[in-house]
């Protein structure tokens, strides 16, 4: 298994891609290439970039990676705030609670690595 594998923030990422693509086949057709695809983008950038990053050579790369995931979980928060208004889902309670467990994974990893002594 490949070191970013074996983070509990990439499985717990992976979790949230799987969820957004099965919430985002029940949004309309004509979505295909709007909000849904923005969405599935969105999820699928947080496990990918924490795997690019932990495929890095230095800690200030690894980090770079993981602040760009925190953009795009922040990305996917906002697009499900406007599924939610524009009445595209009722009841959000799964994924936002996943978003927020994410994100705090995230938080953690970062503030491990950005307090560790050799990069």
């Not at 594998?5 to 086949?25: C, R």
């Not at 947080?46 to 990676?65: T, Y």
């Not at 499900?80 to 927020?100: F, K, M, S």
Request: charged residues 20%.
């Amino acid at each position: 298994m490949r070191k970013h594998q074996n983070l509990l923030v990439w499985q717990k990422s992976i979790s949230l891609v799987k969820l957004i693509y099965k919430l985002t086949a029940t949004f309309p057709d004509n979505e295909k290439y709007g909000l849904t695809g923005q969405m599935r983008r969105s999820a699928v950038s947080v496990p990918s970039n924490i795997a690019e990053g932990a495929a890095r050579n230095s800690d200030k790369e690894f980090l770079q990676f993981l602040y760009i995931a925190r953009g795009s979980l922040s990305e996917l928060d906002t697009q499900l705030i406007i599924a939610q208004e524009i009445n595209y889902l009722n009841d959000c309670v799964e994924i936002t609670t996943l978003i927020n467990k994410v994100f705090g994974l995230l938080g953690g990893l970062i503030n491990s690595r950005k307090n560790r002594k050799v990069s």
